[in-house]
């Protein structure tokens, strides 16, 4: 159990906190899941920043995100997670945050990378954009989108039988999630860094250094989706010229617009990729990627719906991508509504 001393902004109070497991480690620091005895004993997952300058700095901006957050969604209405709390121990900023459970990536990984059925698809696409149009709405861009940073409320699942895949596998009985980690969340007035994102959820324009905003969310967005849907990443690279020559493999050519804008010309030779197809890297860009639809697990209404969706977000031009707001009308999401326990109620059929 550790007593720490709260001094930061005007508050200042005695914060009682028992560590009793540690819920992940990065380069920022650690996230501990601790008792708040201040908070009846509540569970809360506690974000320990390491006791450097721009890690300090880096929280700072961080605990400005989401107290704009949390003044804005009082109601607790567009699924971000939220800060119950921030203080120095030490010259350790530390912020604690409802706790929640597995992430979407950690429960599919621990379902063997099996796609997510597509009406938990739908629930958990719907929160999301809600959520992100949200940040959107108040001037925000989220700029680091995974699966890794969507995390189900409840993980809790039931194992059933897929004959189609002749295995059992896990089925989350509540699709309800948060949209978490808004330690590079950025608004529109602020300095732009240029490169942003995880590498698979990177968009063109930030890859071109073109400059970005709210669009380059929605192409995260899309490759999230994909990534439920057939259980693995849309562009499995680590290279910029190979990642571009992914993109025209998947959605045809770059627009000649983005090249000629583009600071990358090393990238282009005429205004085309400068790519060669019969290099090691062309064989496996040329094995790994083919048309969008292409990836298709079902000829039925809702999957083409879906990847109709999924074309619209993966739009190479950020102005023509469809916004969030539109996203949310589209007849993907109109499809016969799945609430939360209906979802639950689908996920226990067949046990």
């Avoid at 409320?153 to 009985?173: G, L, T």
């Avoid at 493999?249 to 019969?278: A, D």
């Amino acid at each position: 159990m550790a007593t720490w001393s709260t001094k930061m902004g005007t508050s200042s109070r005695t914060v009682v906190d028992e560590i009793l497991d540690t819920l992940g480690e990065g380069t920022f620091g650690k996230v501990v899941q601790c008792l708040d005895h201040n908070r009846n004993g509540r569970q809360v997952a506690l974000k320990i920043i390491k006791n450097r300058e721009k890690y300090r700095e880096a929280a700072k901006l961080e605990i400005h995100v989401l107290e704009k957050i949390s003044q804005k969604d009082k109601h607790k209405l567009y699924h971000c997670v939220q800060m119950l709390d921030c203080f120095n121990y030490y010259g350790h900023i530390c912020i604690s945050f409802e706790l929640l459970s597995l992430s979407t990536f950690d429960f599919q990984k621990g379902n063997n990378f099996l796609p997510y059925p597509i009406h938990h698809i739908r629930h958990m696409a719907q929160q999301i954009c809600r959520a992100v149009s949200f940040l959107h709405d108040n001037r925000l861009t989220h700029t680091d989108l995974k699966p890794e940073n969507i995390l189900f409320v409840n993980s809790d699942y039931s194992v059933i039988y897929n004959p189609d895949k002749k295995c059992n596998e896990r089925r989350v009985n509540d699709t309800t999630v948060r949209v978490v980690d808004f330690g590079s969340a950025t608004f529109d007035l602020e300095h732009h860094s240029t490169v942003i994102s995880t590498r698979h959820y990177r968009a063109p324009e930030v890859i071109l250094e073109l400059g970005w905003s709210h669009p380059c969310d929605v192409w995260s967005i899309g490759c999230i989706l994909f990534e439920y849907y057939k259980g693995f990443t849309l562009y499995q690279t680590h290279d910029n010229k190979e990642h571009l020559a992914m993109m025209e493999h998947i959605h045809g050519p770059i627009p000649q617009r983005m090249v000629q804008r583009s600071r990358k010309q090393s990238y282009f030779h005429c205004g085309r990729l400068n790519w060669n197809e019969c290099s090691k890297s062309g064989r496996y860009v040329k094995a790994k990627c083919k048309p969008l639809r292409k990836y298709l697990l079902s000829q039925g209404r809702e999957h083409h719906y879906f990847f109709d969706l999924l074309e619209k977000m993966l739009e190479y031009e950020p102005s023509k991508r469809i916004t969030l707001s539109y996203a949310l009308s589209h007849p993907f999401f109109l499809q016969p509504q799945y609430s939360a326990q209906t979802v639950r109620n689908s996920s226990n059929m067949g046990q």
